[in-house]
DNA sequence: GTCTATAAGGCGATAGAC
DNA sequence: GTCTATCGCCTTATAGAC
């Protein structure tokens, strides 16, 4: 039997780049002459691969919600107390949004609306993920609304993206710390 | 005594129409065209009023931040509870960042390193404002490190941006709720 | 203050050679 | 598959008339 040949990887090379950009400058500022240019190409070779530049932010987009997935569920794998798998899940997204991969970032760097022409699609795409966290909450029961929660929750993940650093606090502490914060309570007597 | 006229408010009118825009489609999406066509001006006619794009952005941005300020301290004033205080401070926030006015939206919109000419600049103006939530989370002095409960509470609070819609919950109900899981157990036993 | 006209450059994308 | 060359459009910003 032959061997299948993984096809020629330098469409998977143009999208690491193009990732990269899209995470660190956003989709308007990122070109695609700065993609081309860090996978020393020409722009115009980029549409063999890709036909056009809101084509490739979606392959970037559902790799990146596909990377995120698959870090929550491996990290949620064998953990059954509902509360510690969101403390799981979190740790995963966390790892996963903060890494520097960048796949994972751009789905919170770039938001749909930013690219009209796709909001749809993108929307759906991260609906998709959700979804997997409408789950883990509602197993979890929190005493407030369900849907808040999980928004609360993810708001406050995702914007460890503005001011995390590398010498700080690690995705996993601020992940288990979020969850603390909701679960126990930090307030005074009332 | 002769009354003083004010300034003729052609630059408010354009600074409106730019906090709209730059609150609905971002910095880069928002075009000098789009500004002025909005308020019946042709393109080059701005540069008399601003020096650049930029520095319309810079001036919103600066108006966004005093309208936030103004409506957490308008909320504040007279509350001595201090986790009551946190409460009103977080009404009169998401009030703000919700308000169809705009001005406060750009903070949340615009991230500073969306214009990296400007970024040390808008940081320094978000700073000022964040200080002063330094001082209400310290006074309420919430059992988990303060400068992780403020940024997830305020990241939490600006996510609401991006899913928050007018047949909904009110801000002044997302904000309430949001102080109250971080204040009570919502979590089960353990 | 606002206009006309345009400079100067960046953008995504295409056609056709190789 | 990649390159060369470039199209057509859009952008911010400017110079000078009015």
Redesign the pocket.
Known sequence: MSIVRRE?N?SEVILDAAALLFANRGFHKA???DITGAV??????V???FE???GILLAVYREGVRRVVESVEDHIAGVVDPWDRLTAAAVGHMEAILSPTAYARVIVMVRPGDVPELAAELTAVRDEYESLWRGLVADASPAIDHSLFRLFLLGAANSSQLWFRDDGRSPREIATALIDALRHPVGGAR
Chains 1, 2 share one sequence.
């Open positions: 020629n330098r070109t695609i002459r020393d190409m020409l722009p115009g070779s549409y063999y691969h056009s530049k809101a």
